[in-house]
């Protein structure tokens, strides 16, 4: 099984295992809102603290891409790892709702942090050959350690909420430790890309220049700014998944469990298939692989609309789990490279703040639509939107693959 992703370094294999940890304690927030209503939270109070917990993902990405390129990977991770396992305790102590709200926005800032660090470490450790199977072996982690936690989870919190905050806190500090004792950082340097030199046209396809640690360096990149707002169309329908779809379960009669169940489909797949998927289709061009994988995904998700039972929900899981299956590590990958090397951690949080937005997108515009204009209109904008979104990117092909060729020569 493994075999897939023979030859990536130690540095890598280590943020998997650590990856795995950390989401094994991913708890608290699948179960916040029971715990909000134990602490005797309801109605428009939860709302507050949810909306603290959404914001935070909105502003710990952008930060920790940052800090990334100026403290560090290793340091950003452990002040993400620390904080949130500290404000996990806060948010159990917290005695108000403002309290509360403070922390879980904290949780999920300094949470977010961790990505755009961690991704750019494997940049740093990985040529641009071997970063999809990289980021794959990542993602694959993720999926790992929250299929495990699902279950974890409701066995916990019917023993006590405290147990799920305790579990959360102490993954976190163990990922801390293995950042701290078995992880090695080698920063790349500032170089001078072609776009500085007199010659170089506004167009060019390479790297553009830093003009210094904030996020102009990605600004003025005409190519990240095209191509980031499309992928984060893909993230968006995509993140209706976890949002949409349990309301049409709920609507179509269905019980929770049911939900329950398609969640499990979703796991048991990408556990068992990406390795595989992701062996045969290394070969491939990327962003090919990228558009037709986001449109599986667009086309699982609109059959959402056409299911009324469990065989019809299953049939649109199969679906949109298959491509995102098959876009596994891709898309972050063709971030890495098409960042200069001194900029990676910025790159990175661009695209998990893209991700954060995506998701933020989907609870609020998603919501409003199926609840205010109706189901029909969110399934078809899904599939219009995710195919032209793939449609939009593989426009992009030329250029991207320019930027690419520059990163796999250097």
Known sequence: MFSSFRGLPPTVWTLFAGTI???LGYLVTPFLVFFLAARGVTGTDTSYVLGALGAGNLLGPALGGVL???????PTMLIGLLGAA????????????W??????LLISATGAMVGPAAYALMADAVDAERRQRAYALFGWGVNIGTAVAGVLGGFLAAHGYWLLFAVDAGTMLIYATIVATRLNEERPKKTQTPSTSPSSSPSSSSSPSDGGMGYGVVFRDRLALALLPLLGIQLFVYSLTEVAL???????????????????????MV?????????????????AVQCAGSVLIAVGVALTGLADGVVGFTVSVVVWSLGEVVVAGIAAAIVANLA???????????????WGLARFGALTLGVTLYTGF?????WATALVGGVLAAAGTWALRSRVERRMAHALAA
């Open 21 to 23: 940890v950390n989401r």
């Open 68 to 74: 990334a390129d100026r403290i560090g990977r290793r």
């Open 86 to 97: 500290a404000a996990h305790g806060a948010l159990f102590v917290a005695p108000g709702v």
């Open 99 to 104: 309290t509360m709200a403070a922390a879980a």
């Open 246 to 268: 349990p309301l049409a379960i709920h609507d179509s009669g269905l019980s929770p469990a049911v939900y329950g169940a398609m969640a499990a489909v979703n796991a048991i």
């Open 271 to 287: 556990v068992a298939l990406q390795p595989f998927v992701t062996a045969r289709l290394a070969k491939l061009p990327q962003l």
């Open 340 to 354: 200069p090397a001194h900029a990676r951690g910025r790159y990175q949080g661009a695209f998990s703040w893209t």
């Open 374 to 378: 109706g189901p029909t209109l969110l």
